[in-house]
C-alpha cells in the first residue's frame, strides 16, 4: 500500500509508535481521514482523502516513509 505523507487521521502520531496498532488501524478503515493540504476529508484536487485514494496517480502525491506498509 502507498501512502500520501500528507493523510492524517486520528491517532496519527499514537499509531506510528506501534506497528500492529497501526496495521489495524488501516484493516478496520474505521476512521476519519484528512488531508494536511486542506485539513478537510479531501485533498487538494478534490478528490477523497483515504489511504485507498491518496496514492501517486494524485497530483498532491508525496509518499510516505511508511511506503512498503504490507498489511496481513
Known amino acids: 500500500m502507498q501512502l500520501c505523507r500528507h ?3 486520528k ?3 499514537h499509531d506510528a509508535a506501534e506497528l500492529a496498532e497501526f496495521q489495524l488501524t ?3 478503515n474505521q476512521v ?3 488531508c494536511l493540504h486542506t485539513c478537510q476529508p479531501w485533498g ?3 478528490e ?3 489511504p485507498e485514494a491518496c496514492n501517486d496517480s ?3 502525491y508525496k509518499p510516505s516513509p511508511l511506503v ?3 498489511l496481513s
Do not use: V
Request: aromatic fraction near 12%; hydrophobic fraction near 35%; proline fraction near 12%.
Open 7 to 9: 493523510l492524517r487521521w
Open 11 to 13: 491517532g496519527h502520531s
Open 26 to 28: 488501516f484493516a478496520r
Open 32 to 34: 476519519p481521514y484528512s
Open 44 to 46: 487538494p484536487d478534490d
Open 48 to 50: 477523497l482523502a483515504a
Open 58 to 60: 494524485r497530483p498532491c
Open 68 to 70: 512498503d506498509l504490507r
